[in-house]
């Protein structure tokens, strides 16, 4: 066991990544970096994490900010309640901690928005309490090493990891250990064609002496993605269009959005028409905006009223109307974003009427 840690902690001072959450890391720079790269590749998160970083340097700094500063920052990232529970969670340990974290993992699991894996990487990382951290990574270069064929993601499989890697590390530098066995999944043990040759466990790994690296690990079905047929509204009138915030407890919660009305098909023209009382609507553009449990089937519809109509639907969808040209100060869902740059070929703040023509 102790050999086992010392190969990946010897490797890991080698050979990690220069990243910059790593250059004299604190609670809060490793929070904000772990936060970001949920459901996110570094290469993506990395420019997010230096947006953020450098407009909000401190903890106090972020806890000062408006949230929707933070939403625009986090734009294009996904998965908006990160942001929203970041900046919670600052506003918290500012007013109620001085804005200190809490130096155990069972204080930090309690924080809105950090999960078992945050906390795990918190506590051992800077407060170097031996607990394990669990990521994709990590069940991968485990399994594969013990041929462990618990199905991932479970409960079943996060805790008998656990066991099995408080076991291994070295408790004298947990967060070296569990930086290191992250850092040798992302760029030695990779789902496929691993880089067994440079790997500092290539001795310990059982699933590379029986050629079975390709069986781990071994994961659960997947669940079937629901599917959803979204229908936005471009409703403009004399240089200003129609948006909302969405407010409900659904997906994109307090960005901003074009009128939206959900179909149960994706025949929907006849149906928006009537709902709508409008003569004239036109097809744009549609899109297909994959999540992790749902297919978002989006199209995109054009409709241009006089002025007595287009108060009428601002008042039936509750939408606010705002100058076309200032839409690009809005946080808006990355779908919206994209189809607007991709429609008008121009910047997204300066889409207008002329724009569209």
Known sequence: MKEFSDKVIQW???????????????????????????????????????????????????????????????????????????????????????????NTYEELIKLKGVGRYTAAAIASICFDEPIPVIDGNVYRVISRCFLIDIPIPSNRAYHYFKGRLAELMDARRPGDFNQGVMELGALICIPKNPHCKQCPLRDHCAARRENRIAAYPFKAEKKRRSNRYFNFLLIRCDGELLMLRRNQKDIWAKLYTFPLIECKTPQAKRRLKEALQVEDIQLLGKTLHALTHQNLHIKFWSIDPGPTTYKRLQTHFGATSIPARETGTYAVPKPVENFLNQVFSTNFCTFDRKAST
């Open 12 to 102: 890991y001072s080698k050979n990690k990544r220069a990243l910059p959450w790593r250059q004299n890391p604190s609670p809060y720079k490793t929070w904000l970096s772990e936060i970001i790269l949920q459901q996110t590749r570094i290469a993506q998160g990395l420019g997010y994490y230096t947006n953020i970083i450098n407009k909000y340097e401190t903890i106090q700094d972020l806890a000062a900010g408006k949230e929707s500063e933070v939403l625009k920052l986090w734009q294009g990232l996904g998965y908006y309640n990160r942001a929203r529970n970041m900046h919670f969670t600052a506003r918290y340990l500012v007013e109620k901690n001085r804005g200190h974290f809490p």
